[in-house]
């Protein structure tokens, strides 16, 4: 059972194992750019890790959730089943696809592409720092 550093460094490494995934993707779009009927993929973690957080820091109890009214009882029920655990992944809509059905757009791969670079150099850099943090109250705990 590995011990948990800080809930900020679970949260920062769930982000990365996100990006990574999306890289995956992108990669995968600009791999068949000459795929026919190919849809170009993308995931939302942004919306999961939202959930995550407010999951890990109390933010999400029960007693804050509104509750949906049922006027009636031939009415659907309510659907509570986000997982915040998962990230979704839909075709990317918006893109005008070509004659051959394709709808990956080269030019807004690779500009995902540097974002989620951006983006994961960020929070690399992050997990790094919050592990300095760590490593120097140790230090000056074992000089005392």
Not at 25 to 31: D, E, R, V
Request: aromatic letters at 6%.
């Amino acid at each position: 059972m590995a011990m948990e550093i800080s809930k900020a460094n679970q949260l920062l490494v769930d982000a990365l194992n996100a990006r990574a995934l999306r890289q995956d993707l992108i990669s995968g779009n600009i791999a068949n750019v000459d795929t026919p009927f190919y849809k170009s993929k993308d995931i939302d973690f942004e919306t999961a890790l939202i959930e995550k957080t407010k999951e890990m820091y109390g933010e999400g109890s029960s007693q804050a959730k509104l509750e949906m009214a049922q006027t009636n009882s031939a009415h659907l029920q309510g659907s509570s089943g986000f997982d915040a655990q998962k990230t979704t992944l839909y075709l990317r809509d918006g893109h005008m696809a070509r004659n051959d059905g394709n709808t990956v757009d080269l030019d807004v791969e690779s500009s995902e592409l540097s974002k989620n670079a951006v983006m994961f150099n960020a929070l690399t850099s992050a997990l790094q720092k919050n592990g300095l943090i760590f490593k120097s109250v140790i230090e000056s705990s074992a000089k005392i």
